[in-house]
Nanobody, 129 residues
């Protein structure tokens, strides 16, 4: 049973930065995708960035391109999301999730989201204006 644990959320001012972490364990697939999603109250869950393993290639949603950076520490199987130039509309609960194989979470298609079967509990990011 895969387990994912997010951390690093908090309250920041507009323009600030945070680094979110996702520690993944309990699975053994060589080919997989870690995706970062976010969900604001009353809105659908949105895929913002994903990282494919092995190889480490990445994808970003248009709404965060240039402001968010996804990366990994291969020795610890942890995936990070550096979120910068934050705006009030970035306020949301941020989740990481695991899909076996390559899935582009940033296309936000229902079929893509459905392939992410293991989810963390989420970490809250609040951006004050």
């Amino acid at each position: 049973q895969a387990q994912l644990v997010e951390s690093g959320g908090g309250l920041v001012q507009t323009g600030g930065s945070l680094r979110l972490s996702c520690a993944a364990s309990g699975f053994s697939s060589t080919y997989y995708t870690i995706g970062w999603f976010r969900q604001a109250p009353g809105k659908e869950r949105e895929g913002v960035s994903c990282l494919f393993k092995p190889g480490g290639s990445t994808r970003y949603a248009d709404s965060v391109e240039g402001r968010f950076t996804i990366s990994t520490d291969n020795t610890e199987n942890t995936v990070y999301l550096q979120i910068s130039s934050l705006k009030p509309e970035d306020t949301a609960t941020y989740y990481c999730a695991l899909a076996i194989g390559f899935v582009d979470c940033s296309d936000n298609r229902p079929a893509s989201k459905a392939r992410f079967r293991s989810w963390g509990q989420g970490t809250q990011v609040t951006v004050s204006s």
